[in-house]
């Protein structure tokens, strides 16, 4: 019997990337000095079918009027057409800039929009998640991203893979709670290179990650300024969250012990969230440090814990449990993919693993037969592009030059 997670399976429109063509950038307005903020990005604070997040770091007072006009593509000729909402503002923390923060709500799902920064700035795009998944979903994810050159270059090659969102789970910029100039460099980075197809942006979807902190684990929410300055609304009272896309799609976001315990609390809304989720098609589990890790050590040494004790002891089997057919994992600085695992060994109803964190860091991994739960393993550069059809699920590891460094398929994974 074939396994649900088969390496190398050869769907034509599901197993390859996109046309490398370079991204377009966003249409500008030439009659006016426009407004054009460098930090511009977008994400959700919830419902992504039917809201949009626009959010830029700023000064007070660099351009006179900071509400958002946005309108449907189809629409945006008509002037009556243009619907306007006033931005927020918070510090952002350590610096005298502010956060500019507006949510667009009532849109229509899977419809194109333009929106731009009061009324003479440049035009900028986006498209909202379809209410029902009839056509393909694909995103892009990734986690320890960095400020590099190679990041940059995976910013770039997801760009060119046309995704409706980006993952980054944890570690965007290594800004470790007081790298003022290293959070603003990674947001900036983001702002230039995560353009799709006819300057669509490409909102971002975080979790938190060790880099995120002061301290790296155990801290308090205060000890990540940047990250809840930009993500709070996502992340509103806890340092976890879901985020569901109509009936089709569940993001589980999940913190590795940076802000929150593993166990406790979370295991106990993890358990709740996964089990209201139990019957739908796609729940994915995004969390930063490995379960089955590829770098560190899996067991501890001299009264250390080892790497991914805690969530094997506490979350590995609510996602076995409760039918989660795919985890993204990071961390580790490589690329992996695990076994189909049940128990921590192989299984053809078992839970995929996928990682291990290499957007712009990197590690050489262990060596392949000290791994026995790992199918696949690689020291390179690189992003995971997913796709979602029906109800299976493709995934590819991509380097930074757009190599197909993997490819692999899971599809629902049968109770008991």
Request: with cysteine; aromatic share 8%.
């Amino acid at each position: 019997m074939a396994s649900d997670q088969e390496a190398g399976s050869k769907k034509a429109d599901a197993t390859k990337p996109a046309e490398t063509t370079k991204p377009v950038e966003p249409k500008k307005v030439t009659d006016n000095p426009a407004f054009q903020p460098s930090t511009l990005f977008l994400t959700w604070q919830r419902d992504p079918t039917t809201t949009m997040t626009v959010q830029w770091i700023g000064v007070s007072g660099e351009t006179a009027d900071t509400t958002i006009q946005c309108a449907k593509l189809s629409e945006a000729a008509e002037s009556t057409a243009w619907q306007t909402q006033k931005s927020d503002t918070k510090p952002y923390p350590l610096t005298d800039f502010k956060v500019f923060r507006a949510e667009l709500t009532e849109l229509t799902p899977g419809t194109d929009y333009q929106f731009r920064i009061g009324k003479s700035s440049p035009t900028y795009r986006f498209r909202t998640m379809p209410a029902k998944a009839t056509d393909t979903i694909h995103f892009i994810s990734g986690g320890d991203c960095g400020i590099n050159s190679h990041a940059i270059a995976n910013n770039i090659q997801a760009a060119r893979q046309d995704p409706m969102f980006a993952v980054v789970g944890g570690d965007l910029g290594y800004d470790d709670g007081k790298k003022v100039d290293v959070s603003l460099a990674f947001i900036r980075n983001y702002s230039q290179h995560m353009i799709g197809r006819n300057g669509r942006l490409i909102p971002l979807i975080p979790c938190i990650g060790n880099h995120e902190v002061d301290g790296g684990y155990g801290k308090p929410r205060e000890k990540a300024p940047f990250f809840y300055a930009l993500f709070d609304g996502l992340f509103r009272e806890t340092s976890h969250t879901t985020l569901d896309f109509g009936d089709y799609l569940s993001l589980v976001l999940l913190d590795t012990g940076h802000n929150t315990a593993i166990g406790g609390a979370q295991t106990d809304w993890l358990e709740k969230m996964l089990a209201e989720r139990r019957d739908h098609p796609h729940v994915i589990a995004v969390n930063h440090v490995p379960a089955y890790p590829s770098y560190r050590p899996m067991t501890g040494l001299l009264g250390k814990g080892g790497t991914g004790e805690e969530n094997r002891k506490h979350w590995v089997p609510l996602f076995e449990k409760h039918r989660v057919p795919v985890v993204l994992e990071h961390h580790d600085h490589t690329f992996k993919r695990s076994k189909p695992l049940l128990g921590g060994l192989a299984h053809d109803n078992g839970v995929l693993y996928l990682g291990d964190g290499s957007w712009g860091k990197l590690r050489a991994p262990q060596k392949p037969e000290s791994l026995p739960h790992l199918a696949a393993l690689n020291g390179d550069y690189h992003l995971s592009l997913h796709r979602i059809q029906g109800q299976e699920r493709f995934h590819l590891a991509l380097d930074e030059n757009g190599r197909v460094m993997d490819v692999c398929r899971s599809a629902q994974r049968t109770i008991g």
